[in-house]
């Protein structure tokens, strides 16, 4: 058996992990308690620097 014939098992779980990671990032990104950092982050480019 050679690597070619797992090309579907190896598809298959690529695209599982890649959805198990974005739904995570997402989790922990839109979590309440991160909400006052991101503010503080979104005002970085309309600070006013002397």
């Known amino acids: 058996m050679n690597i070619a014939q797992y090309q579907w ?3 298959t779980l690529w695209v ?3 959805f198990i990671l974005f739904t995570a990032i997402l989790v922990w990104v839109l979590r ?3 909400r006052h950092t991101l503010q503080q982050h979104a005002q970085i480019p309309l600070r006013d620097e002397a």
């Open 9 to 11: 098992l190896f598809s």
């Open 16 to 18: 599982s992990w890649f």
């Open 32 to 34: 309440p308690s991160r």
